[in-house]
């Protein structure tokens, strides 16, 4: 298997966002859950994003990952290799977008690495380097209090300046709305300053397929999804993509089964999305100081579950208010309240599947992945769209047999997510 674009995600939910982006540009794309072993045999592709689970881990661990990584897919053939970030840009001053873009720049043999987390099609845009959600700035919006990163500094140039040790510049959006010449222009001073990354400006996709193509002529480029769409429509451009669109037919055949949900996201969204999914199945809301206690809460969320399940989709949500989560961290620890929510929601997705269940959907980035990993799914195919970023996943080589999932990143789809989720998985 020779594969055009590599990428390496920084979390689960946020590689099927850049996976199902890639799709519907054109490409035909796997997401795997890590490195995959080499006996597991993939179709075809044009595309792989590799799933990690290193955004909210040590630096040092998210630089070994991600160079590992880097290295399978250019053994692959992968030319250039998009390290996918989350559109919030989730990461402390610490890291890990500053460390891992120089590691993976490093290891590709240095030069200047474009970055920009703008995908105007989920709020995110970029303008004289400040971050804005829905027309408003990063530090004001309801985003700004992620359990894990909270992002209080809108100026992403200032950010990515405190978790690296080269120069950040930056790419206005004058250089950007003038096209490829332009960029490249500007590119070549921020060289000559010393710069090392740019955070790039970008309001609307025409901004997204100025830096793609720009971006697909160095080896590394650092971003969230709109930059892959950018790379993708690069490519199909190029003619190096075969003639016709990627299919996504084969990953939404029927499965059978029963279906279920597990939400650990505290957002606003997934809160709501609750609230909506009520009103049609029975959910359960976990206590979260009980899951800290012990796992009691955990069995009895099981023993809820078996008794409904058999009768239409269930929810179980360890999600609470920002308040609260906000209280059991000062009580208990950030590392370990976070800890408790994803191991009895892993343990929870792993008994459903054990008791029949083959359409789950999960919400949250750090609960998708202890779900996933518990579960052993080495790869996926990517299927239609749900919602903008969350497509329906197809297991490949999944122990338990063909499964079909959905992984939500907390702040995603509309108030309906939940029942839309299941019923396209039908």
Known sequence: M???????????????????TLTRNGLRTVQTVGILDSSLALPDVDAVVVSLKIRSVAAADAV?????????????GA???????????????????????????????????LVTPAFPETGRTVYFGHLFVGGQPLNESP?????????????????????????????DLGAVAAGPDAVKARLDTLRTTGVTA????AIFERDLETLGEIALETPVSTGASGLGLG??????RSG????????????????????????????????????????????????????????????????????RISAGPVAVAASASPETVSRLQSQYGREASGHAIETATSVLAAELVARGVRRLVVA???????????????????????????????????????????????????????????AMMH
């Not at 992620?146 to 040790?165: C, E, G, W």
């Not at 740019?198 to 400006?201: L, S, Y």
């Not at 505290?266 to 009103?279: G, I, K, M």
């Not at 992945?369 to 197809?394: H, K, Q, T, W, Y």
Request: hydrophobic fraction near 45%; aromatic fraction near 4%; proline fraction near 5%.
């Open 79 to 113: 030319a250039h290799v998009l390290y996918k970030v989350c559109s919030t840009f989730d990461s402390t001053d610490a890291g890990n977008i500053g460390p891992v873009t120089e590691a993976l720049s490093a290891a590709a043999g240095g030069g200047l690495v």
């Open 198 to 201: 740019a955070i790039a400006d």
């Open 2 to 20: 020779t594969i055009l674009l590599g990428s390496i995600a920084d979390d689960y939910t946020g590689a099927s966002d850049l996976a199902n």
């Open 143 to 171: 985003l700004k209090d992620h359990p894990l990163n909270p992002m209080h500094d809108a100026n992403l140039v200032r950010v990515l300046a405190r978790q690296s040790r080269g120069a950040i510049g930056l790419v």
């Open 364 to 422: 949250g980035g750090e609960t998708s992945g202890a779900a996933v990993d518990r579960l052993a799914i080495p790869a996926f195919l990517i299927g239609p769209e749900i919602a903008p970023g969350v497509p329906v996943l197809r297991t490949v080589g999944n122990a338990q047999g063909d499964m079909l999932l959905a992984l939500k990143s907390g702040n995603f789809g509309g108030e309906d997510f939940f029942t839309a989720a299941l």
């Open 240 to 307: 190096q993509v075969p003639s016709g669109a990627a299919k996504t037919a084969d990953a939404i055949r029927p499965v059978g089964g029963l279906s279920a949900i597990v939400a650990g996201s505290c957002s606003r969204a997934t809160l709501r999305q609750l609230e909506v999914a009520e009103r049609s199945m029975p959910v359960l809301r976990l206590d979260p100081e009980k899951l800290l206690a012990g796992p009691d809460e955990i069995s009895a969320a099981i023993s809820w579950a078996g008794d």
């Open 64 to 76: 070994a990952a991600a160079t590992q990584a880097d290295r399978w897919l250019r053994e692959r």
């Open 231 to 236: 790379l993708a429509r690069a490519l199909v």
